[in-house]
């Protein structure tokens, strides 16, 4: 199993520009999620997906748009991309979407974004 | 809402030493816990969890956390301390199948 994937590892965007960060799970984990990482402050929760078609926000959900049409696949787009945007995105699943089984996250190994 | 604490911004321990981190959390209801790891440049990995019974719960690599209801506290410790423990270490309580993590505590271990 390759886990979590995410593309790309790093991406620089211009301000305005739009993107998809890619995350694929080989794990037919039903849960799956996006985290942004900022210093200081831990990992907020964007996005979460409790199984394919079904999709709801998290904490830090504005400028960013997610679909889930298949168990593997959990994409993240920045509709327009802006300097509070620079992060370490992270995406995340887990077996089962149950509480508190959902819990249990692996982790991709991140992308790293800059909007300049 | 659920939240947690890690008052401790960066920890040094020289290696063989004890280490523990502290960890506070305010939730209403019994909490759902968890320490997370993370080694430079990559993504999280679960320590440990804590989901209900003995107080005390043992992870991988060695790592112990003590769930203490009257303290609304859920510390990680080890007893000694090795190189390739140096990371960042995230505590969080799960509700609602949302994940809230703390600030996080990173470890220096001197040799």
């Known amino acids: 199993n390759a886990g979590v994937t995410q593309t790309p590892k790093f991406q620089v965007l211009k301000t305005g520009q739009s993107m998809t960060l890619q995350c694929a799970q080989d794990?037919?984990?039903?849960?799956m999620s996006w985290y942004r990482q900022d210093p200081g402050m831990g990992l907020r929760l964007i996005h979460y997906?409790?199984?394919?078609?079904?999709?709801d926000q998290g904490e830090v959900p504005n400028g960013y748009n997610v679909s889930r049409s298949t168990t593997e696949d959990f994409p993240l787009r920045l509709l327009s991309a802006a300097p509070s945007q620079t992060s370490v995105y992270f995406c995340?699943?887990?077996?089962?979407?149950?509480?508190?089984?959902?819990?249990?996250?692996?982790f991709g190994p991140g992308t790293r974004l800059t909007v300049t | 809402a659920q939240s947690v604490t890690q008052p401790d911004i960066h920890i040094t321990v020289s290696e063989g030493a004890s280490l523990e981190l502290r960890c506070n959390y305010s939730?209403?209801?019994?909490?759902?816990l968890f320490w997370y790891v993370q080694s430079p440049g990559q993504g999280l990995q679960l320590l440990l969890k804590?989901?209900?019974?003995?107080?005390l719960v043992q992870g991988i690599k060695g790592f112990e956390a003590e769930f203490k209801r009257s303290q609304s506290s859920f510390n990680l410790r080890k007893p000694s301390v090795h190189w390739s423990d140096a990371a960042e270490y995230f505590c969080?309580?799960?509700?609602?199948?949302?994940?809230?993590f703390g600030a996080g505590t990173t470890v220096t271990v001197r040799a």
């Open positions: 995340a699943s887990s077996l089962t979407s149950g509480v508190p089984s959902s819990y249990e996250q692996y």
């Open positions: 794990m037919n984990h039903e849960y």
């Open positions: 997906s409790v199984g394919a078609g079904i999709t």
């Open positions: 939730y209403g209801a019994t909490p759902y």
């Open positions: 804590y989901f209900s019974g003995d107080t």
């Open positions: 969080a309580v799960g509700s609602d199948y949302k994940l809230s």
